[in-house]
């Protein structure tokens, strides 16, 4: 089993996460247990917090430019079977629990448009170097059939939840899978995403 505390990927330059992190109170005790520091707070947020921003650092090269930032604001949330299933129901029209859902603000079509204004008041003052952090949306993981899915890959909840965040969190950077082939890309990208930080566990 991996070890449960987070490793930053190396980073060339310094980069900022504002995380909203949460989970759901109503979760069993002993998924909350099975999940270690990835689920009960306080850690869970520092932890969350740490590992996002070293892959988000580790991504920066292959992003495109509009995706590029010195600071991002996302969401994570780890919810029962019951609430994934209806947020797949009214977003997907897809019936039943999934593992993972990614709630992208961002679209890959937005390439040329203009910069999001500044808020009034802060043209022309030192405030306007601060760079708004890039909103990048939500990532939903189910704990419930992550645990169902973490003895059948062979691995613990843990690395279950740390595979499926990095799933959520490419496609809110604009990957996805079409066919075989770029779903193949997309785990193998995910792989090195957890490898490099020191969480490695491989899929079957």
């Not at 075989?180 to 969480?199: C, E, F, I, P, V």
Request: aromatic share 4%.
């Amino acid at each position: 089993m991996a070890d449960s505390s987070p490793t930053p990927a190396h980073q060339a330059a310094p980069l900022d996460l504002d995380l909203a992190f949460s989970a759901d109170a109503e979760l069993a005790p002993g998924l909350v247990a099975a999940a270690g520091d990835w689920c009960a707070r306080p850690q869970a947020e520092g932890n969350w917090q740490t590992l996002l921003t070293g892959w988000l650092a580790e991504l920066q090269a292959e992003l495109p430019p509009e995706l590029r930032a010195a600071a991002y604001s996302l969401g994570l949330s780890l919810v029962s079977d019951a609430e994934i299933a209806a947020l797949n129901g009214d977003w997907r029209q897809k019936e039943g629990p999934t593992d993972v859902l990614a709630f992208a603000a961002q679209d890959n079509d937005l390439v040329g448009s203009s910069p999001m204004p500044m808020p009034p008041g802060l043209a022309g003052d030192d405030a306007a170097s601060e760079v708004a952090p890039l909103e990048l949306g939500d990532i939903v993981i189910s704990m419930e059939t992550a645990a169902r899915q973490a003895p059948e890959q062979g691995h613990s909840l843990e690395q279950e939840l740390l595979f499926l965040a990095s799933h959520g969190l490419l496609h809110l950077l604009g990957w996805d899978h079409p066919d075989d082939a770029s779903l193949d890309t997309m785990l193998a990208r995910q792989q090195r995403l957890l490898l490099n930080s020191g969480h490695p566990g491989q899929r079957r």
